[in-house]
């Protein structure tokens, strides 16, 4: 089904389930209780700024005003571990390091070692060794081994289905829609035409029910927000997280406030006991060649509290979730004569979620003397991403290493699944 009429067929759902369907649950038996979501922060993520090593010797004279005060200054960086440390924007998930719940990987990249945003997120997406012409997306593959059979097991809460989410086994989307203001009777009308296409029909179908449980879905987080708008009430229920949801609250602004009722709608609707279990996430605004350090505060803090919306949207299912937020490629080492970076190599990978292993930092670093500089100018990559997803794959969803050599990233054998990523399934 190409583009436009994907969404004239939202267009058409979210009129016919106002009008003719009742609210109900997605799936009448998911086949894995446990969830995944991916995060792709698209434009390159510089690493070094997100999560900087505030030990290495050599990070100053590199990155110069790019760098916030040292931990312990007022508005500096947030200590981990002694060696390194996240951007004050990022302070809020300082409190799911202290639980478990947040494990940074450093110095991470997929297999791509050029610059281009549009090739970068395509081999990304696909999880092949190189731009081969793959247009099949590794996470859509997952969910082949998983025996998913409803569309609406896999979910791309966006606009339209990413590569990644895209190929053989079938998906859906869904965003917060308006009613088109179609007449009465059209959506019944729309339907019967469809009747002789079981293609056209199943797809029609699905996009219904996905779209009234959205709506469902989409009240219940704005009463939730109307109920919790006092001063008094943080977004977070629990002491010490309180107060990093409502420090990163205030750091992203007003202008974050969709975003995040869509995040937790997501996290809605991950947590029905009958609804989606694999989920895709994308962020926008990466690319930072200019002005980086009001954009990253702004934006870091804007991701910390999309995290932390959807974990309310989870509710107990956070135990169950695994979140991984990647991205295309990181930034240069060094800043450019613009107040920003340019496009680099390495940069970092976020897992977060009640069933990850975390509380600790995971990076085979390399240094940032000129000499183990990737080219001179990058982070060099000493971890690759397919080896990190694997093994939250392996662990989290109990799927056999030998397939995900085979089928979801097609030559990666020497990319070995991490282990102790997240708590067995």
Known sequence: MDLTRRHLLGGFAATAAATVLPARLLLAKAPIERRFVLIILRGALDGLAAMPPYADPDLRALRGALLPPDPGGDGGMVDLDGRFALHPGLAPLKYWYAEGGFLPLHAVASPYRDRSHFDGQDLLETGAARLDG??????????????????????????????????????TSWLPDKPAGLPPGFPDLVARLYDRDPALHAAYAAGLDTTAFGRQIQGMVQADTAMTAGPAQGAMAQGAMAQGAMAGGAMAGAAAGADLQLAEAAGRFLADPGGSRIAVME???????????????????????????????LGDAWKQTAILTVTEFGRTAAANGSGGTDHGTGSVAFLAGGAVHGGRVLADWPGLAQDKLYQGRDLAPTTDLRAVVKGVFRDHLGLPEDALDRIVFPGSADAAPMRELVRRA
């Open 134 to 171: 793959t247009r099949d997306g590794w996470l859509n593959r997952t969910l082949g081994l998983i025996g998913a059979t409803d569309r609406r097991f896999g979910i791309a809460f966006a606009e339209e289905i990413p590569l990644v989410l895209r190929g053989a086994t079938p998906v």
């Open 283 to 313: 962020l926008y605004g990466w690319d930072t060649h200019v002005q980086q350090v009001k954009r990253l505060d702004r934006l870091l803090a804007g991701y910390a509290a999309t995290l932390q919306a959807l974990r309310r949207g």
